[in-house]
């Protein structure tokens, strides 16, 4: 099992800079593949970045290319989403995800089989 808490959300103007932070319990993180996703009301959850067990590979929504970067450290349990040159259409509530099955750098919020409550992030114009 492992149990993911998100951190880090908040209001920002447009342009400006948020890192969200994702907390997991589990001896078993550092073998996992680690996502986030976000959800902005009345719309489907939508894929934003995945990094592999190791940090080595990563991979992003092409919306969010050049502005977000996910990190992770294994050593503290911790995975982290960078949010630079905000823009309002990036207001959403955040959730970070757990894939067991490392390696996939999957897109598909069905690959994650742990989910935490998620952050709320609200970018003013």
Partial sequence: QVQLVESGGGLVQAGGSLRLSCAASGRTFSRYDMAWFRQAPGKEREFVAVI?????STYSADSVKGRF?????????????SMNSLKPE???????AADPSSGRLSPHSYAYNYWGQGTQVTVSS
């Fill in 52 to 56: 592999n067990w190791s940090g080595g």
């Fill in 69 to 81: 970067t996910i990190s992770r450290d294994n050593a503290e349990n911790t995975v982290y989403l």
């Fill in 90 to 96: 990036d207001t959403a509530v955040y959730y970070c």
